[in-house]
């Protein structure tokens, strides 16, 4: 029996040293960065490793040195017999639905069925800050490394933010923090994955189509803390309902941070400040006025859960006010991108689900010419409605969704409503609608499959229409 299969109930409480994987027969499912990383991971330690990936040879780069290095490459789809009885382990691409036959296949014959992180994390000696959350992940985790960074403790930052974290994990040191971005696709195929720290910033209905019911989705998200122990720490969002039930439910030090009211343990704005309440400390701590953050809107509130993260690894105080005072924030997340003829552009194509836009257009005070749309997930965005009311000057709407953005900019009686066929032309029809003083805000409350392959890809053509109009 696999090693995964030998403790009860196929949970993993203790973390096995490296030459526990020699041997093994393993499949990794998906042939993306951490798939690759993961591959090459478990042959150095001597497992026998398949890779697995639906897409063609001819558009696999990586297939023949993959091969050189000993592990074996099957492309072009997904044959049953990938999976039978002796495959110790399936590692799957976290996007890779779970309900693929291989991976049925795997759950029936009891193999155990991980992600990337998992793996990671059984060969780390280095303690973690995991971050999750519906919005605000990639901003957080940034802000973290750097106040770390700053405040001159070892960090490395790795996992949805670009380094898969099995390319890194096992060299790091026992005195070395590693800051991970989490999503809820690679948390659910965790088993003993355990942050020192972890943060959960916000649920919202997000990747239903997915998990299949909102149960599920929140979850994996709450796997982020099923493994903590006494003295380990939960970073969680006071002014979220969903958090707060799942504090409820933990036997950890929680710490908050809020916007909204006065916390016992962490990070609030009190009286104009970014204050800090620890019950060790008699006092509050004020680490800088609020009109200081340089991060504007919805991204304050990363702001305050990354000083709380911060401060519960031991960040100096200085270091985290350092940072709260000039860290600008990330591409493609309420991002500044130029003015023209008196009209400011904003590039929030991370913006994938409507609560995301809704915070950005409550960022603004001045009249929105909002830009929307896209991959259509059976979505009314009826919620829209109100902020569409009280926000826009108008909607250009583009993709599968346009119509239903359009007929909800309607029932707002936003005053301008226009179609466009791609971004171009988007921000095209935005430049007439808009006069000095007006924001352009790209935030398409939509996945971008249905034009572009990536929100990054929509967010730098959006980018180069807005400097094309200078």
């Not at 000696?125 to 605000?136: E, F, H, V």
């Not at 994938?352 to 896209?374: D, V």
């Not at 599968?400 to 707002?412: C, K, V, Y």
């Not at 409503?417 to 935030?443: F, P, Q």
Request: aromatic content about 6%; overall charge negative.
């Amino acid at each position: 029996m696999c090693w995964l299969r030998d403790l009860p109930g196929g949970v993993l409480n203790l973390k096995p040293v490296s030459e526990d994987f020699a041997g093994k027969r393993v499949l990794v499912l998906g042939l993306a960065r951490s798939g690759r990383a993961v591959a090459r991971l478990l042959r150095s330690l001597g497992a026998q490793v398949t890779v697995n990936d639906r897409k063609p040879r001819s558009e696999t780069a990586e297939a023949e040195a993959l091969e050189q290095e000993g592990i074996r490459v099957v492309l072009g789809g997904h044959p049953p017999d990938l999976i039978q009885p002796g495959v110790d382990l399936l590692v799957k691409n976290p996007g890779i639905p779970y309900r693929i036959p291989l991976i049925r296949r795997a759950e029936e014959l009891g193999i155990p069925v991980v992600t990337e992180v998992e793996i990671a994390y059984l060969l780390t000696d280095a303690p973690l800050i995991g971050i999750t959350g519906s919005n605000g992940k990639t901003t957080t985790t940034s802000m973290v490394g750097r106040m770390l960074d700053r405040g001159n403790l070892p960090v490395h930052v790795a996992g949805n933010i670009g380094t898969a974290l099995s390319e890194i994990a096992p060299q790091l040191k026992a005195e070395e923090w590693l800051v991970s971005e989490l999503s809820s696709f690679q948390l659910k195929g965790t088993r003993s994955f355990r942050p020192r720290i972890g943060a959960l910033l916000n649920v919202v209905p997000a990747h239903l189509d997915y998990h299949g019911s909102m149960e599920d989705y929140v979850g994996s998200k709450k796997k982020l803390f099923a493994n903590q122990e006494p003295g380990d720490i939960a970073v969680l969002n006071r002014d979220s309902a969903e958090c707060r039930a799942v504090a409820a439910e933990l036997d950890v030090d929680v710490w908050w941070f809020s916007r909204r009211e006065s916390v016992a343990r962490g990070l609030m704005f009190e009286e104009g400040w970014v204050t800090a309440r620890l019950p060790e400390h008699r006092d509050p701590i004020r680490i800088l006025r609020e009109d200081e953050v340089r991060l504007p809107g919805v991204h304050r509130e990363n702001a305050l859960a990354a000083a709380a993260i911060a401060l519960a690894a031991g960040c100096p105080v200085e270091a985290i006010r350092e940072e709260l005072a000039t860290f600008q924030g990330v591409e493609h997340r309420l991002e500044f991108v130029e003015t023209v003829d008196g009209v400011c552009y904003f590039n929030d194509s991370k913006a994938t689900n409507a609560k995301a836009a809704i915070s950005a257009m409550e960022s603004f005070t001045e009249p929105i010419i909002l830009i929307a749309g896209g991959l259509d997930r059976g979505v009314d965005f009826r919620e829209l409605t109100p902020v569409f009311r009280d926000r826009l000057k108008g909607i250009v709407a583009i993709g599968q969704t346009a119509d239903t953005l359009l007929a909800r900019g309607e029932e707002a009686k936003v005053p301008y409503r226009e179609l466009a066929s791609d971004i171009a032309e988007a921000v095209e029809r935005a430049h007439r609608l808009a006069t000095a003083g007006d924001v352009v805000l790209l935030s398409p409350a939509c996945a971008s499959w249905d034009m572009y392959t990536s929100f990054e890809e929509r967010g730098s053509i959006f980018k180069q229409a807005v400097h094309r109009l200078k």
